[in-house]
């Protein structure tokens, strides 16, 4: 057999790998014939969706099952290395395999090219990828399983194969070849987790205000085992944007997503523990904000993070940490602590007041006459979509920000999006691997800016037939840097609207070019009923939500540009438009006790 047969009968036989998402190429034709017959193949018109889809379908696959990228040399890598670094900056499997031209035919080192769309691929990515390796001859079953496995953070693999290698003749697959697996203890060590866990409920014992923080590093398959356990334990939860699915927004102790774009609530509460146990989070700088100094400034921070270049990085301040597989220990945390009996009724109450003061729809927002509110917008579709959805609220813009601001999830529900490089246009090749990992109702959000960078997915999205309902707001351009552009240069627009060169589509048109079902959602049909009825319809559907291109989007961080140029942002609890000093020091007592 073909040494790519053998190699692809190993990613199905021992890995877990069922779906290939790939442009056809020239370089990987050997590759491509192989995977026809054993894997789920489903083609995409631009190799970046390629690399997205597969992304997003691994983190929303409850089932072990897995995808990977298969593109083709030159052009076709050099498209997907956006989606590399995207997984990567998000700690995400991804395999991406790339084609490359024959051995005899490839450059010298001192050469720029020699082979037809030669160009060297592992010096490209292996920045942002976890490992990158280009197979010269055809390698046994073991090498290809020490390639692929990731003991620590995950992140992508690119393996690049010239074409002769690809067609070279090998000895059967071992399929049933058990792999060999390499020393994890460094992750899992149950003696480290249990002294660490011992720490924490010490100084639960002192505390008073303590807050679990559950990051993208708790998988979604943990934090569903143990979600009643957690519950129980009557601490207060909230979750990273990237940990949004772990916990439901109607469980008692839920205290929402803080963030440098947060919910005004959040950031109030966790600027106000004493205590914070942040749990497969590296707490980068949009978690705790620029002002990092001043995060969570009078609550002792334990940090469990699996990169122990993340916990000493030097922000934020941090009490204790431990280097573990978040779920390892979470799973030890529980069982410990659940046998525990803490009383924080008087700071579960006083987090409900703060909770029910600020609405997640603001009325700071001003949202002009004939159009929808898009917060509004994100709470009703909140209430009618059902537990069993995928939702991908972009990954940029203030279509994302709003969903993660005002989206109240359900127990079940998974949100996936990829803030790390918050690329315009990952949504719609995103929820096209969602939809085909789990089969289950998809919902996109996306601005129309970025909807447009990747708009050439709707063809296959309309082939698949998928049931993925795409709500564009359509604001005529990039809201976000409108904003930026409005408050940092006094209204000096350029290239982010129609008005100033930007070129957007009709959608109607587009809609129906591919033969996908249109709607346009307006202030006077914007109800339950109009949603509901679209919701209810099976297979790809495109809704334009009338945005007001002038949208207010409160709350969040602001900086100021300081006369030398430099940047100062706000801490957490000083977000725009700031609270009335009355309302300010009723909200944070504790915060302000500190300084008297």
């Given amino acids: 057999m073909q040494f790519s047969e053998a190699l692809l009968d190993r990613l199905a036989s021992a890995h877990g790998y069922t779906h290939c998402f790939f442009v056809a190429g020239g370089n990987t034709m050997h590759l491509l014939n192989a995977a026809r017959s054993r894997f789920i193949c489903i083609p995409v018109v631009h190799e970046v969706s390629a690399g997205i889809a597969a992304e997003y379908f691994n983190a929303t696959n409850l089932d072990n099952k897995k995808g990977f990228a298969l593109v083709t040399a030159g052009p076709g890598l050099t498209n997907i290395v956006t989606s590399i670094a995207g997984a990567y900056l998000e700690s995400r499997n991804l395999l991406v395999i790339g084609g490359q031209v024959k051995t005899i035919d490839m450059k010298s080192s001192t050469m720029r090219q020699n082979g037809i769309q030669e160009i060297d691929g592992v010096s490209i990515v292996q920045s942002i990828a976890n490992k990158a390796a280009r197979i010269l001859k055809p390698i046994t079953s073991a090498d290809l399983?020490?390639?692929?496995?990731?003991?620590?953070?995950?992140?992508?693999?690119?393996l690049e194969i010239p074409l002769d290698v690809q067609a070279a003749t090998v000895s059967e697959s071992p399929k049933n070849l058990k792999i060999q697996t390499i020393n994890v203890n460094k992750f899992k060590n149950r003696e480290a987790e249990t002294l660490f866990v011992n720490s924490i409920i010490e100084a639960l014992k002192e505390s008073n205000r303590p807050i679990i923080l559950l990051g993208g590093g708790v998988s979604n398959k943990t934090s569903r085992i143990l979600?009643?356990?957690?519950?129980?334990?009557?601490?207060?939860?909230?979750?990273?944007?990237?940990?949004?699915?772990?916990?439901?927004?109607?469980?008692?102790?839920?205290?929402?997503?803080?963030?440098?774009?947060?919910?005004?609530?959040?950031?109030?509460?966790?600027?106000?523990?004493?205590?914070?146990?942040?749990?497969?989070?590296?707490?980068?700088?949009?978690?705790?904000?620029?002002?990092?100094?001043?995060?969570?400034?009078?609550?002792?921070?334990?940090?469990?993070?699996?990169?122990?270049?993340?916990i000493e990085k030097g922000h934020p301040k941090i009490s204790n940490s431990l280097v573990s597989d978040a779920n390892s220990f979470l799973h030890s945390f529980v069982d410990e602590v659940s046998t525990l009996k803490f009383n924080?009724?008087?700071?579960?109450?006083?987090?409900a007041s703060i909770i029910k003061k600020f609405p997640l729809s603001e009325s700071s927002n001003?949202?002009?006459?004939?159009?929808?509110?898009?917060?509004?917008?994100?709470?009703?579709?909140?209430?009618?979509?059902?537990?069993?959805?995928?939702?991908?609220?972009?990954?940029?813009?203030?279509?994302?920000?709003?969903?993660?601001?005002a989206l109240k999830t359900k127990q079940g529900q998974l949100v996936i999006s990829n803030k790390g490089l918050a690329s315009m246009g990952y949504g719609l090749a995103g929820a096209i691997g969602a939809y085909a990992s789990n089969h289950r109702p998809t919902i996109l959000i996306e601005g129309d800016g970025?909807?447009?960078?990747?708009?050439?997915?709707?063809?296959?999205?309309?082939?698949?037939?998928?049931?993925?309902?795409?709500?564009?707001?359509?604001?005529?351009?990039?809201?976000?840097i409108l904003m930026t552009q409005r408050n940092y240069f006094n209204g000096a627009y350029i290239g982010c609207d129609e008005t100033t060169g930007l070129g957007l589509p009709n959608w109607e048109l587009l809609a129906s070019a591919f033969g996908i079902p249109y709607f346009k959602l307006t202030a006077r049909n914007f109800n339950q009923e109009s949603i509901r009825e679209i919701l209810e319809k099976t297979g790809p559907f495109l809704i334009e939500v009338d945005i007001d291109p002038e949208q207010t989007y409160w709350p969040k961080i602001n900086s100021k540009i300081l006369p030398n140029g430099q940047m100062v942002s706000n801490p957490l609890h000083k977000m725009s438009p700031p609270l009335e000093e009355e309302l300010e020091h009723q909200v944070l007592p504790y915060f302000f006790d500190r300084l008297e």
């Fill in 366 to 405: 001003v949202t002009s006459e004939g159009y929808i509110n898009p917060y509004d917008f994100i709470l009703t579709l909140s209430e009618l979509l059902s537990n069993e959805t995928n939702i991908i609220p972009a990954s940029s813009g203030g279509a994302f920000t709003v969903s993660m601001q």
């Fill in 227 to 310: 979600n009643l356990a957690l519950n129980n334990l009557g601490i207060p939860i909230m979750t990273t944007w990237n940990g949004i699915s772990h916990y439901a927004s109607d469980q008692e102790n839920y205290w929402g997503r803080p963030n440098t774009w947060g919910q005004r609530s959040s950031n109030l509460l966790i600027q106000q523990c004493d205590l914070l146990i942040a749990i497969g989070t590296r707490l980068g700088l949009q978690q705790t904000g620029f002002a990092w100094a001043e995060f969570a400034p009078i609550g002792k921070i334990f940090q469990i993070e699996i990169d122990k270049s993340e």
């Fill in 450 to 480: 970025g909807f447009a960078q990747n708009l050439q997915e709707l063809g296959t999205v309309a082939r698949q037939n998928s049931n993925i309902k795409i709500f564009i707001f359509s604001n005529r351009g990039y809201a976000s």
């Fill in 344 to 351: 924080f009724r008087d700071w579960i109450e006083f987090g």
């Fill in 145 to 158: 399983d020490s390639l692929l496995q990731q003991p620590g953070r995950e992140g992508p693999v690119f």
